[in-house]
């Protein structure tokens, strides 16, 4: 059975990862990575369209469920080699959270609901999940 995670990035990291079909969290550490299995379906949550701005995105901008590959490291140059996973992608459109809060069990009734997302990978469950895809609008192979 798999599990269903949130992962956070600015937009910008994530729209790369769409572009090359990865996924990678916690600046490219291996122990949160390492949770997420094959098959399990993850969403980013990205507070911001700029890494280390203040611009206020927040908002989910991509959907899709891990391969069966193993996570392995990327040399990005610089010394930088990151972990990553493999990942399918799903249509999707992003969408903001402001109007999910009260819907999601790990926002809802919470002032400080973002610090939910302060270590990077958060579990979420299914029915949290499918809240999410719906507002993305996400065509999801199955829902599980």
Request: glycine content about 10%.
């Amino acid at each position: 059975m798999s599990a269903h995670w949130i992962a956070v990035a600015s937009a910008e990291h994530v729209r790369r990862g769409l572009q090359e079909g990865f996924m990678q969290v916690c600046h490219g550490k291996e122990g949160p990575l390492m949770r997420i299995k094959p098959e399990d379906k993850v969403i980013y949550y990205s507070p911001t369209e700029v890494f280390g701005a203040k611009d206020g995105l927040q908002s989910f901008t991509a959907i899709g469920a891990v391969r069966e590959d193993d996570a392995y490291r990327h040399h990005m140059g610089g010394g930088f080699v990151p972990w990553r996973r493999n990942i399918d992608w799903f249509d999707a459109t992003e969408a903001e959270i402001r109007p999910l809060l009260d819907r999601l069990s790990f926002t809802r009734g919470r002032q400080n609901w973002g610090y939910q997302f302060r270590f990077g990978v958060l579990a979420i469950d299914v029915q949290d999940f499918e809240i999410i895809a719906d507002a993305m609008n996400a065509r999801v192979p199955q829902m599980v």
